[in-house]
């Protein structure tokens, strides 16, 4: 652990006056979600990209593994994500969307050392309805 920058980072910590950013140590990668924001629309079935800004990563990450979870109604399906094991430093990655009920209010959360959340979005029933079982 470097003490000048232990020092520098609980400063910034202190002054933005948000406790919470005090969990997160120098390696911890959380980056910013660029897509899907408030104003994605996923149709089911079909390929789309999950962004992410990877402008400001630090020297080391402890976590590089990067893993995309889908948030339904505000829960997090940890244990079926849509994506797993990517490089975090990719910036993107393409998935297939998921077979959900269409809604307004999906999210996901890009996991690497810890996670960030994105903007609710859509996700919206493919066009052609898909043969039902029995
Ligand atoms: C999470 O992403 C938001 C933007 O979507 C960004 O403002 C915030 O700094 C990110 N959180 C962390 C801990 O990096
Ligand atoms: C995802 O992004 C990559 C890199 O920019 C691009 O080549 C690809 O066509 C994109 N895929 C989709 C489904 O948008
Ligand atoms: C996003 O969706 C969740 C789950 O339905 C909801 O609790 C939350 O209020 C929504 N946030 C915004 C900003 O609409
Ligand atoms: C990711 O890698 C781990 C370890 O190799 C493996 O157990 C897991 O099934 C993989 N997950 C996916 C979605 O590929």
Known sequence: MNPILFVLFALFSFTSALPT?????????????????????????????????TSNPPAQITNGLG???????????????????????????TITV???APKNDYAIVLFGDSGNR?????IQAAPVAAPTST
Do not use: C, M
Request: net charge negative.
């Open 21 to 53: 950013l005090i969990a997160y140590k120098r390696d911890v990668y959380v980056p910013p979600i660029t897509s899907p924001t408030q104003d994605t629309i996923w149709t089911i079935g079909t390929q789309v990209n999950v962004t992410w800004d």
């Open 67 to 93: 893993k995309i979870v889908l948030v339904t109604d505000g829960l997090l399906d940890y244990e079926n994500p849509i994506a797993a094991n990517f490089s975090i430093l990719d910036g993107f990655h």
């Open 98 to 100: 998921p077979d959900v």
């Open 118 to 122: 994105s903007q609710n979005f859509t």
